[in-house]
């Protein structure tokens, strides 16, 4: 079973910035594309961000388009998305997700992805 768990959320000022890192439990994870999704208190979840296999290719949601920043490291089986200038309404449960790879690209729909970490909460006060 892949297991996925996030850290790195917490409380922040409006402006500031927050690293989340999403630690993969397998071995093959460098064949997994990996998203990050969000959901706010009373809203769906919604795509943030997406990068495939060998972290060439990376896909952002409008939102948040230069000012998150999604990275991987292989050799830590590790996701990190940098987080700057944040805004209130970047407020939410932010989730990792992570599917094999069966393209070279990216995936904006959840359903595309079976493994799911329990979410870590980022806060943004103004």
């Not at 998203?35 to 948040?64: C, H, L, M």
């Not at 805004?87 to 449960?93: A, Q, R």
């Not at 990792?96 to 069966?102: E, G, H, K, L, Q």
Request: proline fraction near 2%.
């Amino acid at each position: 079973q892949v297991q996925l768990v996030e850290s790195g959320g917490g409380l922040v000022q409006a402006g500031g910035s927050l690293r989340l890192s999403c630690v993969v439990s397998d071995r093959t994870v460098s064949t997994y594309t990996m998203g990050w999704f969000r959901q706010a208190p009373g809203k769906e979840r919604e795509f943030v961000a997406s990068i495939n296999w060998n972290g060439g290719v990376t896909d952002y949601a409008d939102s948040v388009k230069d000012r998150f920043t999604l990275s991987r490291d292989h050799a830590k089986s590790t996701a990190y998305l940098q987080m700057n200038s944040l805004k209130p309404e970047d407020t939410g449960v932010y989730y990792c997700a992570a599917v094999r790879a069966t393209t070279r690209g990216t995936y904006q729909n959840a359903y595309d992805y079976p493994y799911w970490g329990q979410g870590t909460q980022v806060t943004v006060s103004s």
